[in-house]
Antibody
Framework: EEQLLESGGGLVQPGGSLRLSCAGS????????MSWVRQAPGKGLEWVSA????????NYANSVKGRFTVSRDNSRNALYLQMNSLRAEDTAVYYC??????????????WGQGTMVTVTS | DFQMTQSPSSLSASVGDRVTITCRAS??????LAWYQQKPGKVPELLIY???TLQSGVPSRFSGSGFGTDFTLTISSLQPEDVATYYC?????????FGQGTKVELK
């Protein structure tokens, strides 16, 4: 069964750091671009970052550029999001999501269950 | 900044009604448009990709259309299990912007 499982969320003070992880299973992880999407409490979906299948190309939303870093370890079927200089407005459920296809940008056909990040003093 | 504008932001309809949600892109995106359904307290799920292709397992009462800047999601006969928030998303290049969502409720 195909699955994505996030971990690493929690409570952090403004200015702090957190590293999220996403473990993929049941599919060829190294063949798919992966993304992070977040959802603040009671709000809509916000795209955060995308990473190509081999990790060569990264993209970020303007709201996190310079503070967040996405990476992956295909030998471990893992995706990461290093979040630095966290702000209250970064409080959200963070989902990892998998591109449906393998050759070009595609819709997300699989989502993890999400991990909650709360930034508060 | 690139924008995806959905309308309406919410709607109330009866079981069996035909429901239509629109999504407008601020620039042309060809057919690189997806629709997702998020039920309360659940993870988003892919309904439609490439503007009109139904994801495997999605009921045929869902359909999508459009090209360029204007897109539509239609539920031909609303069912109780369709109560959810629906999001469009463009995925040609970045940012992979989502619409603000349309909340569908039962009347």
């Amino acid at each position: 069964e195909e699955q994505l499982l996030e971990s690493g969320g929690g409570l952090v003070q403004p200015g702090g750091s957190l590293r999220l992880s996403c473990a993929g299973s049941g599919f060829t992880f190294a063949s798919h671009a992966m993304s992070w999407v977040r959802q603040a409490p009671g709000k809509g979906l916000e795209w955060v970052s995308a990473l190509s299948s081999h990790g060569a190309f990264t993209n970020y939303a303007n709201s996190v550029k310079g503070r967040f870093t996405v990476s992956r370890d295909n030998s471990r079927n893992a995706l990461y999001l290093q979040m630095n200089s966290l702000r209250a407005e970064d409080t959200a459920v963070y989902y990892c999501a998998k591109d449906r296809g393998t050759s070009r940008p595609d819709a997300y056909d699989m989502w993890g269950q999400g991990t909650m990040v709360t930034v508060t003093s | 900044d690139f924008q995806m504008t959905q309308s309406p932001s919410s709607l109330s309809a009866s079981v069996g009604d035909r429901v239509t949600i629109t999504c407008r892109a601020s620039e042309g995106i060809d057919i690189y448009l997806a629709w997702y359904q998020q039920k309360p307290g659940k993870v988003p799920e892919l309904l439609i990709y490439a503007a009109s292709t139904l994801q495997s397992g999605v009921p045929s009462r869902f359909s999508g259309s459009g090209f360029g800047t204007d897109f539509t999601l239609t539920i031909s006969s609303l069912q109780p299990e369709d109560v959810a928030t629906y999001y469009c998303q463009k995925y040609n290049g970045t940012p992979r912007t989502f619409g603000q969502g349309t909340k569908v409720e039962l009347k």
